[in-house]
Structure formats: structure tokens, C-alpha cells
Nanobody, 120 residues
């Protein structure tokens, strides 16, 4: 069994910063790609940022230059540093990881989500 546990959400004024963390635990052989998605009320879940096992990254156009994704492979953890936050960044942020278990079965896992609210 694999679990993703997120932390770091909260309420912040516009222009502020937050850092989200997501730690994976369980029967993990290898963590492949990891990423962050978000879902605002009434909207579809969208990709915010992703990072491969080799460290290659990609970002949604709306967050380029403001957000940075990174990972610590030794800790099985992915981070999302969010700067210059805007009210439109308000959403529930979900961690996502493509993980190969010890069984060699590969699957996509999701965290429970963490609320980020940016006040204007």
C-alpha cells in the first residue's frame, strides 16, 4: 500500500508565499514522475507542475515564473514553492505520483488534498 500525505496549505494574502510538501510512504520500489494538481470550486482539476525522476520540470502557463517544483528522492518527497500568490491560485492542491511498487506494479496515486486560499 502506498500513501501520499500533503502539508503546507493555508490562508495567505495576495503576493504572499506558501510551500507545499508531499511525502510518499509504503511499498515503494521507485517513484517516477511526481506532480501537483489543483481544483478550484466549479472547475476541473488541472496540472500545476510536474517533475520527472531525472529532475525535468514543466509548469502550467499560469504559474510559470512564480511556482517552483522540486523533489528530494531520499525522502520520497515533492515540494511546491508558491510565490507571488494571486486570488486565482485559490484551490485545493493535490499531490500526484507515478509509483512502481515492490510488486513491480506501476500505479498513479493521489494525496488527500490541501486547501490554499489567497485573499485579495
Amino acid at each position: 500500500q502506498v500513501q501520499l500525505v500533503e502539508s503546507g496549505g493555508g490562508l495567505v494574502p495576495a503576493g504572499g508565499s506558501l510551500r507545499l510538501s508531499c511525502a510518499a510512504s509504503g511499498s515503494i520500489f521507485r517513484i517516477n514522475a511526481m506532480g501537483w494538481y489543483r481544483q478550484a470550486p466549479g472547475k476541473q482539476r488541472e496540472l500545476v507542475a510536474a517533475i520527472t525522476s531525472g529532475g525535468s520540470t514543466n509548469y502550467a502557463d499560469s504559474v510559470k515564473g512564480r511556482f517552483a517544483i522540486s523533489r528530494d528522492n531520499a525522502k520520497n518527497t515533492v515540494y511546491l514553492q508558491m510565490n507571488s500568490l494571486k486570488p486565482e491560485d485559490t484551490a485545493v492542491y493535490f499531490c500526484n505520483a507515478l509509483i512502481t511498487a515492490f510488486s513491480r506494479y506501476e500505479n498513479t496515486y493521489w494525496g488527500q488534498g490541501t486547501q490554499v486560499t489567497v485573499s485579495s
